[in-house]
Nanobody, 119 residues
Framework: QVRVTESGGGLVQAGGSLRLSCVAS????????MNWYRQAPGTQRDMVAT??????DYADAVKGRFTVSRDNAKNTVYLQMNSLKPGDTAVYYC??????????????WGQGTQVTVSS
């Protein structure tokens, strides 16, 4: 079993910054991708940033402000969020796509970390 844990959320003023972290822990797995999603109350869960072997990608709403990076040795992905806006307020979730031993592909989600941006 793989456990996915996010951290780093908090309350900041508009224009401020936060750095989110996501760690995948377990045994006998290979991470394919580690991505960030977010969900505000009453809305769907939307992709924010992806980090794969192909490269990184971002939602239009965060391009130029957010940066995703990955430390493969630590099975960790980060999301640096700058110039935060009230519209960025949401619960941020880490998604991890994993190949287990034998080739099975499994989706894992963290519990989420709250990001609140005040105006």
């Amino acid at each position: 079993q793989v456990r996915v844990t996010e951290s780093g959320g908090g309350l900041v003023q508009a224009g401020g910054s936060l750095r989110l972290s996501c760690v995948a822990s377990g045994r006998n797995f290979t991470i394919d991708q580690m991505n960030w999603y977010r969900q505000a109350p009453g809305t769907q869960r939307d992709m924010v940033a992806t980090c794969t072997t192909i490269g990184n990608d971002y939602a239009d709403a965060v391009k130029g402000r957010f940066t995703v990076s990955r430390d493969n040795a630590k099975n960790t992905v980060y999301l640096q969020m700058n110039s935060l806006k009230p519209g960025d307020t949401a619960v941020y979730y880490c998604y991890v796509g994993i190949y287990s031993r034998g080739g099975t592909y499994t989706d894992y989600w963290g519990q989420g970390t709250q990001v609140t941006v005040s105006s």
